[in-house]
């Protein structure tokens, strides 16, 4: 008999990925946590125990029973008595388990529970958490005493060094020497036998008679980012909306992938995506290439947890900073459209002071039909035919800054470099050098609502450059464009 604790929709498929593999003829048993499931996933929950139930018995319960205990010693006495008792209702014997795995997200009374029970527990590494101290995560007066309890046994990983626990990383965080687990290689080494097996859990067939079709694949992040951000959920939807209209380069279907804890409505996908299909949260993202229907063109996202990067042999693009800087996003947008503006005079491109991921996802995705792919820029010098976008140039603090103010000084060929100035500090004119203001452009791009310039909506991208062609060059860029889920439209309007 195999033991599984799961306190997540996601850790639920990388258990099921485990027993197929290694533990494909036996029977198990599921200890699922739905504290932090929606209405939709806990529906799914039981309709999943009534599908598995030829290998599975799941057991259904909440660590919302510890929530306001009065004192640690209480909330511990509760996790004992709570599980004893669960145990003892279903007839489980845990010494007898051949394996005992937990996975989870934040929340393990489970593992607290086997912990000081002295059981052999094997902690698996479903979401690349393990290395980070996320104990007292919860961070609230209602689970101080629960999280005192995770903390005393350990029962996130992080610092784990019982005896009788085993911790098994993700092969992508895993450093070397560390016990480490490939989910999607184990995903790979499922017959068709298991892979159609697990979309019926999952309440899909494995139909092999229709056309695959090709689609953008949109997966969204946790609501978690909404009270960080003092979003609402229009707020939280218009972010990727732009993100498709930053992003997406073609017109293919539209899959959206709710986070497991968001919920979508068919009514928003069509007000905000139009055409669209929404595939169940509580369904895996990396579980979608095994829907014959659906061929995966791009995939784009917000949380690099969410995205199945690498398998589906397409582009993938993950924009972090869409809920933090919207600026940065559309200002290198802007600034990328002048690039492509400038060739094929122009083919050298450096990046400063910007997310690699960022800029490179711009390039490879939207823009490659321009070729555009830039390195980071060191400063020291501004070659002849180059374009840098600098945002932060203090990157590596003030020797960046006095390298930048350098090459800038001793600049003479026809080098542009462009300022995104995200935090509209108007550090691009350093102080002492303020001739440097002859040699920019301001351009300024206008949001355009019902026809009318909305002056309230506006960004700007600050252009250097000493070479009169060039500078006369870019005063005749000319730029509008509509961005379709938005539904707004950016025109660039110099001189105003």
Same mark, same amino acid.
């Given at each position: 008999?195999?033991?599984?604790?799961?306190?997540?929709?996601?850790?639920?498929?990388?258990?099921?990925?485990?027993?197929?593999?290694?533990?494909?003829?036996?029977?198990?048993?599921?200890?699922?946590?739905?504290?932090?499931?929606?209405?939709?996933?806990?529906?799914?929950?039981?309709?999943?125990?009534?599908?598995?139930?030829?290998?599975?018995?799941?057991?259904?319960?909440?660590?919302?029973?510890?929530?306001?205990?009065?004192?640690?010693?209480?909330?511990?006495?509760?996790?004992?008595?709570?599980?004893?008792?669960?145990?003892?209702?279903?007839?489980?014997?845990?010494?007898?388990?051949?394996?005992?795995?937990?996975?989870?997200?934040?929340?393990?009374?489970?593992?607290?529970?086997?912990?000081?029970?002295?059981?052999?527990?094997?902690?698996?590494?479903?979401?690349?958490?393990?290395?980070?101290?996320?104990?007292?995560?919860?961070?609230?007066?209602?689970?101080?005493?629960?999280?005192?309890?995770?903390?005393?046994?350990?029962?996130?990983?992080?610092?784990?060094?019982?005896?009788?626990?085993?911790?098994?990383?993700?092969?992508?965080?895993?450093?070397?020497?560390?016990?480490?687990?490939?989910?999607?290689?184990?995903?790979?080494?499922?017959?068709?036998?298991?892979?159609?097996?697990?979309?019926?859990?999952?309440?899909?067939?494995?139909?092999?008679?229709?056309?695959?079709?090709?689609?953008?694949?949109?997966?969204?992040?946790?609501?978690? %980012?909404? *009270?960080? &951000?003092? /979003?609402?959920?229009?707020?939280?939807? $218009? @972010?990727?909306?732009?993100? =498709?209209? !930053? +992003?997406?380069?073609?017109?293919?279907?539209?899959?959206?992938?709710?986070?497991?804890?968001?919920?979508?409505?068919?009514?928003?996908?069509?007000?905000?995506?139009?055409?669209?299909?929404?595939?169940?949260?509580?369904?895996?993202?990396?579980?979608?290439?095994?829907?014959?229907?659906?061929?995966?063109?791009?995939?784009?996202?917000?949380?690099?947890?969410?995205?199945?990067?690498? %398998?589906? *042999?397409? &582009?993938? /693009?993950?924009?972090?900073?869409?809920? $933090? @800087?919207?600026?940065?996003? =559309?200002? !290198? +947008?802007?600034?990328?459209?002048?690039?492509?503006?400038?060739?094929?005079?122009?083919?050298?491109?450096?990046?400063?002071?910007?997310?690699?991921?960022?800029?490179?996802?711009?390039?490879?995705?939207?823009?490659?039909?321009?070729?555009?792919?830039?390195?980071?820029?060191?400063?020291?010098?501004?070659?002849?035919?180059?374009?840098?976008?600098?945002?932060?140039?203090?990157?590596?603090?003030?020797?960046? &800054?006095?390298?930048?103010?350098?090459?800038?000084?001793?600049?003479?060929?026809?080098?542009?470099?462009? +300022?995104?100035?995200?935090?509209?500090?108007?550090?691009?004119?350093?102080?002492?050098?303020?001739?440097?203001?002859?040699?920019?452009?301001?351009?300024?791009?206008?949001?355009?609502?019902?026809?009318?310039?909305?002056?309230?909506?506006?960004?700007?991208?600050?252009?250097?450059?000493?070479?009169?062609?060039?500078?006369?060059?870019?005063?005749?860029?000319?730029?509008?464009?509509?961005?379709?889920?938005?539904?707004?439209?950016?025109?660039?309007?110099?001189?105003?």
């Amino acid at each position: 008999m195999i033991i599984y604790h799961i306190g997540h929709l996601g850790a639920l498929a990388k258990a099921l990925l485990i027993h197929f593999n290694y533990h494909q003829n036996e029977k198990c048993i599921i200890f699922a946590d739905e504290i932090i499931f929606n209405d939709d996933g806990k529906i799914f929950l039981r309709k999943f125990a009534q599908r598995a139930s030829d290998f599975a018995n799941t057991i259904i319960y909440s660590d919302r029973e510890f929530i306001d205990e009065n004192s640690e010693q209480c909330a511990e006495t509760h996790i004992k008595s709570f599980f004893d008792d669960l145990i003892k209702r279903n007839n489980v014997n845990l010494n007898d388990a051949e394996k005992i795995y937990t996975l989870f997200d934040t929340f393990n009374a489970f593992g607290a529970y086997a912990l000081m029970n002295n059981l052999p527990l094997t902690f698996i590494d479903a979401f690349g958490m393990f290395s980070r101290d996320r104990y007292n995560i919860n961070a609230t007066e209602h689970w101080k005493y629960y999280d005192k309890v995770i903390e005393k046994y350990k029962a996130l990983a992080y610092g784990c060094k019982a005896d009788n626990c085993k911790v098994i990383y993700k092969s992508s965080d895993s450093q070397a020497g560390r016990p480490s687990i490939d989910f999607n290689k184990l995903k790979l080494n499922l017959s068709n036998k298991f892979k159609k097996l697990l979309l019926s859990l999952y309440g899909f067939e494995y139909a092999t008679d229709k056309r695959p079709e090709l689609c953008n694949l949109l997966v969204f992040s946790s609501y978690w %980012i909404c *009270g960080e &951000k003092k /979003f609402n959920k229009k707020d939280y939807l $218009y @972010c990727y909306q732009l993100l =498709l209209d !930053l +992003f997406c380069n073609s017109s293919h279907t539209l899959l959206l992938k709710p986070h497991p804890n968001a919920l979508i409505t068919a009514q928003e996908a069509a007000e905000y995506f139009g055409k669209s299909f929404i595939i169940p949260g509580y369904f895996p993202s990396e579980f979608i290439d095994l829907l014959p229907q659906y061929q995966i063109d791009n995939i784009m996202g917000t949380s690099s947890s969410g995205i199945p990067t690498g %398998i589906y *042999g397409c &582009k993938y /693009f993950i924009s972090f900073e869409l809920f $933090y @800087c919207e600026k940065v996003c =559309l200002r !290198l +947008f802007f600034a990328m459209r002048l690039e492509c503006f400038l060739q094929p005079d122009y083919n050298k491109y450096y990046h400063h002071g910007m997310h690699n991921k960022l800029i490179w996802g711009m390039q490879d995705n939207k823009f490659a039909s321009h070729k555009l792919h830039s390195v980071w820029a060191n400063l020291n010098v501004f070659e002849p035919d180059s374009i840098t976008i600098i945002d932060n140039y203090l990157w590596n603090g003030t020797a960046d &800054k006095d390298k930048l103010i350098k090459s800038m000084e001793n600049l003479n060929n026809n080098a542009v470099i462009i +300022f995104l100035d995200s935090a509209d500090k108007k550090n691009f004119i350093f102080e002492g050098f303020e001739h440097f203001s002859n040699y920019f452009i301001t351009l300024k791009f206008f949001r355009v609502t019902d026809g009318k310039i909305n002056r309230n909506n506006i960004e700007k991208i600050h252009v250097f450059c000493k070479d009169p062609d060039t500078v006369q060059t870019i005063k005749n860029f000319r730029y509008s464009e509509y961005f379709n889920y938005t539904n707004q439209t950016y025109k660039l309007i110099q001189n105003m």
